[in-house]
């Protein structure tokens, strides 16, 4: 650093960002010249509130303009994702403010990281909801680049190493009262609703259940809803507003959630989710989520930006992007995954330990990708970890698995960050492991990594050989993926209730 430059000037601030003209320019015009800097900290504050300043000043112009014109044959199309923009702007602005307003010791780095990560992906995911029906040319606020950038900026600044958490047999955030109620076998007497199809419980439909949830409750303690078996066939939204619900079924041959939206029309990879949760502290035990559009397109089964989120025992199944880890941090415990291609995708930081991956058959002439991965930005702290698991073949694939081609992933985003633990990989997997995206797209900027993995497919002799492929012989570095440094799992994971693992 220059002798001559003080820690107080903006310029050299900002010339320590990403992108300092975004930066330079929005400080100067929105930052009195009484509020310089003095250190890091008070820096990466006046960077968010700026952040957060465009944010709101797009929002309101782009509630203000209205949905975009477009041709009839696609007008409901366009009124659809306007209105998903309109709702991840809100999820942005939220982010951005708990994380200015967060009082000091009481949040960490990882925290505030984990949230701007968010940020930054709700106004991808916004860009993407257009593509999904066929709209790409669709010319959204000239400021939503200078907010793309003002919160990669932040995201430079905060970013800190991974945490270790410490905890019991459960990640930090699951409290020992959560712990208790989900070990239970006797849930439904503990429960504050009953779901019930046969007429036994207080309502017919998890929706009547929730909406009563939000009417009774006092308070943001744990409300528990018990569901009875039964196939419910409903579209189901969780919204910001409803944190720490948990659900609990039968088991999850028992209780059934399912839907069948894909995308087409004025549906979107995002609203064609069966079940939508984004309350933060969602938790959802011995159920099955389901989309039964079929392969021949996106269809979301369950769909979460849910922080603290977990999923103990759950069944998720769908063919084509079954489970949509969109964002926040999320675990997951002998669950079964059921898809084709990209049916883990996301980018939240996902923990699966003890899971069953099941690949099924997809239309002729597909390919099976098992994840595809959407980190954008190389200080998310976002990934998936995939620990103690197994990837085999559904029982329609088996009969004719040599047909057909089965990858671990795929980079969807520049950044794309998955990882294979200690996991039992089966003869359907590609000796290669891993697919492009196309052409050379990603290659280099990504990270995949294998760890001690077994079984027919494990052998790394023909692995892909990109700059981004690790084959991870180093237990620590392997150990920066697992429970307590990924998801900072013991600040959360006891409070769920979710048995787990801290480290390998």
Same mark, same amino acid.
């Given at each position: ?9 903006? *310029?050299?601030? !900002?010339?320590?960002?990403? $992108? ?37 000043? !797009? ?25 998903? !923009? ?13 994380? &200015? ?56 600044? *905060? ?17 020992? =009262? ?40 006092? =308070? ?65 035990? /011995? ?31 769908? $063919?084509?992007?079954?489970? $949509? ?9 002998? !669950? ?31 390919? *099976? ?13 976002? =990934? ?39 996991? $039992? ?7 290669? =492991? ?5 052409? *050379? ?45 990924? &998801? ?8 769920? /209730?979710?048995?787990?693992?801290? /480290?390998?």
């Amino acid at each position: 650093m220059a002798q001559n430059v003080s820690y107080g000037d903006i *310029n050299w601030w !900002c010339s320590q960002t990403p $992108y300092p003209d975004d930066c330079n320019y929005f400080m100067s015009h929105h930052v009195p010249q009484s509020s310089k800097p003095k250190d890091k900290s008070q820096f990466l504050q006046m960077a968010i509130q700026v952040a957060l300043d465009q944010t709101l000043l !797009c929002q309101n112009h782009t509630i203000s303009l209205g949905p975009p014109s477009c041709s009839n044959s696609h007008q409901e199309g366009v009124k659809a994702a306007w209105a998903v !923009c309109l709702q991840l702007y809100e999820s942005t602005v939220c982010q951005l403010n708990r994380t &200015i307003n967060s009082i000091p010791g009481r949040i960490t780095d990882f925290d505030a990281q984990t949230w701007l990560s968010t940020a930054l992906t709700n106004l991808e995911t916004c860009r993407e909801g257009f593509a999904d029906i066929g709209i790409s040319n669709v010319t959204l606020p000239i400021r939503w680049n200078n907010v793309s950038n003002l919160i990669r900026n932040t995201l430079a600044i *905060n970013k800190v190493p991974a945490e270790d958490n410490d905890g019991s047999d459960f990640p930090g955030w699951v409290s020992e =009262g959560d712990r208790k109620l989900l070990q239970s076998r006797r849930l439904a007497v503990r429960a504050n609703l009953v779901v019930a199809k046969d007429g036994s419980g207080n309502f017919h439909t998890i929706k009547a259940a929730l909406d009563m949830a939000v009417r009774i409750r006092r =308070g943001n303690n744990r409300f528990v809803i018990y569901v009875k078996r039964g196939v419910y066939w409903e579209n189901i939204e969780i919204d910001p507003t409803m944190i720490n619900i948990m659900l609990v079924g039968e088991g999850m041959r028992k209780t059934i959630i399912s839907g069948n939206r894909g995308v087409g029309g004025d549906i979107t990879t995002f609203t064609s989710a069966t079940f939508g949760a984004m309350g933060e502290g969602f938790i959802a035990r /011995g159920i099955t989520f389901r989309n039964t559009a079929g392969p021949q397109s996106q269809a979301v089964a369950l769909r979460t930006g849910s922080d603290h989120s977990a999923y103990y025992r759950c069944s998720f199944e769908g $063919y084509q992007d079954t489970l $949509y880890v969109h964002s926040q941090r999320q675990f997951y415990k002998q !669950c079964y995954i059921f898809g084709t291609i990209d049916f883990i995708f996301g980018n939240a930081a996902v923990v699966f330990q003890n899971c069953i991956i099941k690949v099924r058959k997809p239309i002729y002439g597909q390919e *099976n990708v098992i994840t595809a991965q959407g980190r954008i930005d190389p200080n998310q702290n976002t =990934g998936i970890s995939i620990y103690k698991s197994a990837v085999m073949a559904a029982s329609d694939l088996k009969p004719v698995i040599r047909h057909y081609k089965t990858f671990l992933g795929r980079p969807w985003k520049q950044y794309s960050q998955t990882v294979y633990l200690q996991t $039992y990989l089966d003869s359907l997997v590609h000796p290669k =492991g891993w697919t492009t995206w196309g052409g *050379n797209f990603a290659l280099n900027t990504l990270y995949y990594g294998e760890y001690r993995n077994f079984g027919p497919a494990s052998s790394i002799k023909r692995r892909v050989r990109w700059r981004g492929y690790h084959i991870i012989t180093n237990p620590r570095e392997a150990a920066r993926f697992t429970v307590s440094k990924f &998801i900072s799992g013991g600040s959360w994971l006891p409070s769920t /209730g979710v048995p787990y693992k801290q /480290g390998l």
